[in-house]
């Protein structure tokens, strides 16, 4: 199996705040990785997939970087709505596999 | 507008048997798979496995295998998880999602089913 490893785990930041979150493959990729955001008691939505594309309608705020085996989601400009978990996945192996998630909260 | 809406939340016995639902609509549910996530209570997430509607080709996570059935009825546009002796350690939220092509992003999610496993 592909393990996925996000780090940090927790992350306190400000509204305001520019925000990296980083995923690391336990093997190359490519960049066939999606960053998926969940609030509380909702689902999993999609942000970016194919490691930096843009879902359609998600602000522009967010971006995603990386290849092969290190990726980061940034936020550049935290917004009160941004507070929640991030979850990033790989679909290069058909035995897809997701991080564990970091968890951004308000400072 | 695609949109998967999943049954509702479920309280069941040890050894029950159980069938959760998935229905898409705004787009051709034949044509796009459709995988089931598990997220165990304050955890992460952890795909179970996909089906293929239009042809029923279904592809499991190994950890799963054998512990549920994923199955769909593409004429009325609707995925399922079963299982046939339920434990508490399945008490989870499970998700439905969609996926335009095999091997790729989950574009769009169900809103979840919880089912609690509990004697």
């Known amino acids: 199996d592909i393990q996925m490893t996000q780090s940090p785990s927790t992350l306190s930041a400000s509204v305001g705040d520019r925000v990296t979150l980083t995923c690391r493959a336990s093997?190359?990729?490519?960049?066939?990785l999606a960053w998926y955001q969940q609030k509380p008691g909702k689902a999993p939505k999609l942000l970016i997939y194919?490691?930096?594309t843009l879902q359609s309608e998600v602000p522009s705020r967010f971006s995603g970087s990386g290849s092969g085996t290190e990726f980061t989601l940034t936020i550049s400009s935290l917004q009160p709505d941004d507070f929640a978990t991030y979850f990033c996945?790989?679909?290069?192996?058909?035995?897809?596999?997701f991080g564990q998630g970091t968890k951004l909260e308000i400072k | 507008e695609v949109q998967l809406v999943q049954s509702g939340a479920e309280v069941k016995k040890p050894g029950e048997s159980l069938k959760i639902s998935c229905q898409g609509s705004?787009?051709?549910?034949?044509?796009?798979?459709i995988g089931w996530v598990r997220q165990m209570p304050g955890k992460g997430l952890e795909w179970m496995g996909i089906?293929?509607?239009?042809?029923?080709?279904?592809r499991y996570n190994p950890s799963f295998e054998g512990q549920v059935t994923i199955s769909a009825d593409k004429s009325i546009g609707t995925a399922y998880l079963q299982w046939s002796g339920l434990r508490a350690s399945d008490t989870a939220m499970y998700y439905c999602?969609?996926?335009?092509?095999?091997?790729?992003?989950?574009?769009?999610w169900g809103q979840g089913t919880l089912v609690t496993v509990s004697s």
């Open positions: 089906i293929y509607p239009g042809d029923s080709d279904t």
């Open positions: 705004g787009y051709s549910f034949s044509n796009h798979w």
């Open positions: 194919k490691a930096s």
């Open positions: 093997q190359s990729i490519g960049i066939w």
């Open positions: 999602a969609r996926q335009l092509d095999f091997d790729r992003h989950f574009d769009y």
């Open positions: 996945q790989q679909y290069k192996s058909s035995l897809y596999t």
